[in-house]
C-alpha cells in the first residue's frame, strides 16, 4: 500500500512537470490570456478598416501603436518590477490591456482607437518583462527551462485555438469582431483574477544602485540580448509577417495555405517545447541556442528555395519551413529567459528582463522594416538576407560560451 502511494505521489510529479501548483496556476492564465488575444490578432486591421471605416493607413497606425507603444513601457517596467515585484505590475499591464481592447471595440473615431491602442501598447510592454520575472521567481533556477518551455506550449496553444475560433466568430461582420476585441478584455481581467487571487505575493528584493546602468554593464547579457534581437527578428519577424507576401508573390499561395502554414508553426511548438526542454537537460545552453539559429538559417532557405518549385512541392516546403522553425524556436527559448533570470542580481531581475523584453519588440520591428523593401527587389533576397543574419547569431551564441560564468553554462538537470 505505501509503494503504491509513492508510486501515485511520483506520477503525478512526472505530469506536473516537476512544476509547483502555483505555477500551473500562472501557466493556466496564461493560456486563457493568448486564448483571448489570438481571436484578434490576425483581425485588428481588418477590423477597423471593414468594420469600423479606417482608411488602410490609419488602421496600420493604431495597430502600430499597440506594437511601438511596448517598446517605450518595457524600460518603464523594469524599475517597478525591481520596487514593487511582479506579480503588482503583470496585473496593473493586464488591466491596461483589457481596458486598451474594449476601447478597440468599442471605438468609432481614430482618435479613440488611437488612445484605445495607447493603452494596449503600454501594457504589453510591461507584460511580458512581469510575467517572466514572475516565472522565475515561482520557479527553483534547475526548473526554469521547464516553466519557460510550460509558458511556451500554453500560449501557442492558446493562440492556436484562438485563431480558430476567432476566423468562425469574424464572419458575423462587426458585431463578431466587437465580440472578439471584448472577449479578449475579459480574458485579461481573468487573468488578472488569477495573479490576484491565487498566486502569492511576491516581495521585491533590496534594492541596489545603478539601475540600468549595472545592467548595460553587463556584457555577456548585453551579448545575449543582442543575439535575441537577431532571433527574433528572423524567427519571429520574418516568419510573420514577411513569409505570407513572400507566398503570396513567388507561388501564388492562397489564404487557406498562409493559415495552414501559421496553425502548423504553433502545433509544432505545441509538441516539440517540452520534449527539447528535457532533452537540453545537461547540455550547453549556447549549443542549444546555435541550433537553434542553424534552424531558423535551415528554414530560411527551404523558403527561398521555394521560388523554384511547382507550387505543390513549395507547399511542401513552406510547410517543412514553418515546422523547422518552431522546433528553432523551441531550442531558442528553452535557453533565453532562464539564462537572462540566472545572470541578473534577484534586485535588479525586472530591469534585465525588461532589457530582454526590449530585445523582443526591436526584433518584431526590425525584420518587416528591412525585409519587406527587398521582396519588391527580389523577394528570395529577403530570406537569404534572414539566413545570414542567423547564421551569425548562432555563432555568436556559440562565441558568447566563454564569457558566461562557468555555473549558467549547462542547462539544470533536475
Known amino acids: 500500500m505505501v509503494s503504491l502511494y509513492y508510486n501515485i505521489l511520483a506520477g503525478r510529479h512526472r505530469l506536473a512537470f516537476g512544476l509547483s501548483a502555483e505555477l500551473w496556476t500562472v501557466e493556466a492564465g496564461i493560456l486563457l490570456n493568448y486564448l483571448g488575444w489570438g481571436t484578434v490578432m490576425p483581425f485588428e486591421v481588418i477590423y477597423l478598416h471593414e468594420g469600423r471605416g479606417f482608411g488602410l493607413g490609419t488602421a496600420g497606425v493604431v495597430v502600430g501603436i499597440v506594437t511601438g507603444l511596448a517598446v517605450v513601457g518595457a524600460p518603464v517596467a523594469g524599475p517597478l518590477i525591481d520596487r514593487l515585484g511582479a506579480r503588482p505590475v503583470a496585473a496593473a499591464a493586464g488591466v491596461a490591456l483589457a481596458v486598451g481592447y474594449a476601447g478597440l471595440a468599442l471605438a468609432h473615431t481614430p482618435m479613440q482607437a488611437i488612445v484605445a491602442a ?3 501598447g503600454l501594457g504589453n510592454g510591461a507584460l511580458i518583462p512581469s510575467q517572466s520575472t514572475l516565472l522565475a521567481s515561482l520557479a527553483p533556477p534547475e526548473l526554469r527551462h521547464r516553466a519557460s518551455a510550460v509558458s511556451r506550449v500554453a500560449a501557442n496553444l492558446g493562440a492556436g485555438i484562438g485563431g480558430l475560433v476567432g476566423g468562425l466568430v469574424a464572419t458575423r461582420g462587426l458585431h463578431g469582431f ?31 544602485p545603478g539601475g540600468y546602468r549595472s545592467v548595460l554593464r553587463d556584457r555577456p547579457f548585453v ?21 505570407p507576401p513572400f507566398a503570396r508573390q513567388t507561388v501564388d499561395a492562397g489564404t487557406q495555405l498562409i493559415g495552414a502554414l501559421l496553425f502548423a508553426n504553433a502545433f509544432a511548438v505545441v509538441l516539440a517545447q517540452i520534449p527539447v526542454a528535457k532533452l537540453s537537460e545537461g547540455r550547453r545552453r549556447s549549443v542549444t541556442m546555435a541550433a537553434g539559429a542553424a534552424a531558423f538559417m535551415v528554414a530560411c532557405l527551404l523558403v527561398a528555395g521555394t521560388a523554384l518549385l511547382t507550387p505543390r512541392l513549395a507547399a511542401v516546403a513552406l510547410l517543412a519551413a514553418v515546422v523547422v522553425v518552431g522546433v528553432g524556436e523551441c531550442l531558442h527559448t528553452t535557453v533565453l529567459m532562464p539564462l537572462v533570470a540566472d545572470l541578473a542580481p534577484e534586485s535588479t531581475r525586472g530591469r534585465y528582463m525588461a532589457v530582454t523584453g526590449l530585445s523582443w519588440w526591436l526584433g518584431l520591428a526590425l525584420a518587416p522594416t528591412l525585409c519587406a523593401p527587398l521582396l519588391g527587389l527580389w523577394a528570395p533576397a529577403a530570406l537569404l538576407g534572414a539566413a545570414v543574419v542567423a547564421a551569425g547569431a548562432g555563432a555568436s551564441a556559440l562565441a558568447l560560451e566563454r564569457s558566461l560564468p562557468p555555473d549558467v553554462r549547462i542547462t539544470p538537470r533536475p
Open 178 to 208: 466587437v465580440l472578439l476585441f471584448l472577449a479578449n478584455a475579459l480574458t485579461y481581467l481573468a487573468y488578472v483574477g488569477i495573479l490576484v487571487v491565487a498566486v502569492g505575493g511576491d516581495v521585491a528584493a533590496e534594492r541596489l
Open 118 to 120: 495607447s493603452a494596449a
Open 223 to 243: 551579448a545575449l540580448a543582442a543575439i535575441n534581437v537577431a532571433m527574433i527578428a528572423v524567427g519571429w519577424g520574418v516568419f510573420t509577417w514577411i513569409l
